[in-house]
């Protein structure tokens, strides 16, 4: 049964920086788009960043952009989320998905792996 799971996520400081990590067992997803969404008490799961299977395109929702950066390691079978510059409104559990299927980037519903979520916290 193929797994994802995340790890690194933490409490920061506003300002701070973390980088969480998704590792992918069951199966090899080095072919597939990867992505990052995040979900804070009470909001719908939220879309963050998408990268190609190559790692040559990457895509970010405009509230992160400029601050975080997805990364993969296709021999390790590992996606990875660089976070700086946090803001407390980055609080969120952050999950890891894998698109095996079609549809919008965006929309969580295009996706068909997800890990259990990691816990951000940022404190101003």
């Known amino acids: 049964q193929p797994q994802l799971v995340e790890s690194g996520g933490g409490l920061v400081q506003a300002g701070g920086s973390l980088r969480l990590s998704c590792a992918a067992s069951g199966r090899t997803f080095s072919s597939n788009i990867m992505g990052w969404f995040r979900q804070a008490p009470g909001q719908a799961r939220e879309f963050v960043a998408v990268i190609s299977w190559s790692g040559g395109s990457t895509y970010y929702a405009d509230s992160v952009q400029g601050r975080f950066a997805i990364s993969r390691d296709n021999a390790k079978n590992t996606v990875n989320l660089q976070m700086n510059s946090l803001k407390p409104e980055d609080s969120a559990v952050y999950y890891c998905?894998?698109?095996?299927?079609?549809?919008?980037?965006?929309?969580?519903?295009?996706?068909?792996?997800w890990g259990q979520g990691t816990q951000v916290t940022v404190s101003s």
């Open positions: 998905a894998a698109r095996i299927s079609s549809g919008s980037l965006r929309s969580p519903a295009s996706y068909d792996y």
